[in-house]
């Protein structure tokens, strides 16, 4: 007998056909070369925090966004944050340089931002090979250059006995002069009052945010017999914008021309005083130059 045929298995049913992934878009040559070129990031003032004084070869703001387009940040102040002052070369002492070098921060030329930028990272301002690019810190390159100061200034006073010459004060303000007035001129009736003489950073002063010189002298005096040798710096200012009240402010620094050339500009007292108006702040100027000149 044959054996009985085999029941034929059902068919199976076929899976849906899978969906085709849409092609991919080919990018052009050229956008691919410009993604190359957007990829990469100069971070190279990341960590700085930099304050501007004086003018630069570009705005203030100018140079705060490009300081921030490397990655560093910007401040109006010279807090414990900063890590440098950005000043023109040649520049002379300012209120913000004299805070800076307080404070041990590094004062920099325009110069070291580009070459900061050129590297590709934030140089190290201290170091030896960098030292064209940076004004100083800790007071390095002040108190060299207040020597060279010196040594010229003691020669003068060699010479004349007397004499008047150049100092590094607080004092170079930071909005337009205005034209100079006589400061020795004769003040009849007006005496200057006795006021507090606060010592300089000394909390409790009058505000006086900016200002005008008015006036200024340095005075040398040299006696090589006992060995003498003082200056006093005298500098008046007009505050701005004008106050009704200690609006003029008599700033002083003396002390010895030796200390000056091993301290730096740290060395020595100063102290300001403040006054009301112009011609009481005049009295108070000649008073004081009349008896360190006498």
Not at 178 to 185: N, T, V
Not at 219 to 227: A, M, R, S
Not at 239 to 260: C, E, I, Q, W
């Amino acid at each position: 007998k044959q054996a009985p045929a085999k029941k034929q298995a059902p068919a199976k049913k076929q899976a849906p056909a899978k969906k085709q992934a849409p092609a991919k878009k080919k990018v052009p040559p050229k956008a691919m070369t410009a993604k190359k070129k957007a990829a990469p990031k100069n971070k190279a003032l990341k960590g700085g925090k930099f304050v501007i004084s004086g003018a630069l070869s570009m705005s203030k703001s100018a140079m705060n966004q490009k300081i921030a387009q490397f990655g560093g940040t910007s401040a109006a102040t010279v807090n414990s944050a900063v890590t440098h002052l950005i000043v023109p070369a040649g520049a002379a002492m300012t209120n913000k340089m004299m805070d800076a070098s307080q404070k041990n921060k590094f004062i920099v030329f325009e110069e070291f931002i580009d070459a900061c930028i050129e590297a590709g990272s934030l140089l190290d301002a201290g170091d030896p090979s960098n030292s064209s690019l940076v004004m100083g810190s800790n007071s390095t390159a002040k108190v060299n250059n207040e020597a060279l100061l010196l040594k010229k200034a003691k020669q003068e006073a060699k010479d004349l006995g007397f004499g008047v010459g150049a100092i590094s004060t607080p004092a170079k303000p930071s909005g337009p002069q205005q034209e100079r007035i006589d400061i020795m001129a004769q003040t009849p009736g007006v005496t200057a009052p006795k006021v507090p003489a606060f010592k300089l950073y000394a909390g409790g002063q009058p505000n006086f945010p900016d200002y005008n010189i008015v006036g200024n002298v340095v005075l040398q005096v040299t006696n090589i017999g006992n060995n003498n040798n003082k200056y006093y710096a005298l500098e008046l200012h007009e505050r701005v914008p004008p106050a009704p009240s200690n609006g003029f402010r008599l700033f002083t620094h003396y002390g010895r021309t030796d200390d000056l050339a091993t301290k730096g500009h740290d060395s020595g007292m100063k102290e300001c005083r403040y006054y009301d108006s112009l011609e009481i702040a005049m009295a108070a100027y000649q008073k004081i130059y009349r008896e360190k000149n006498s």
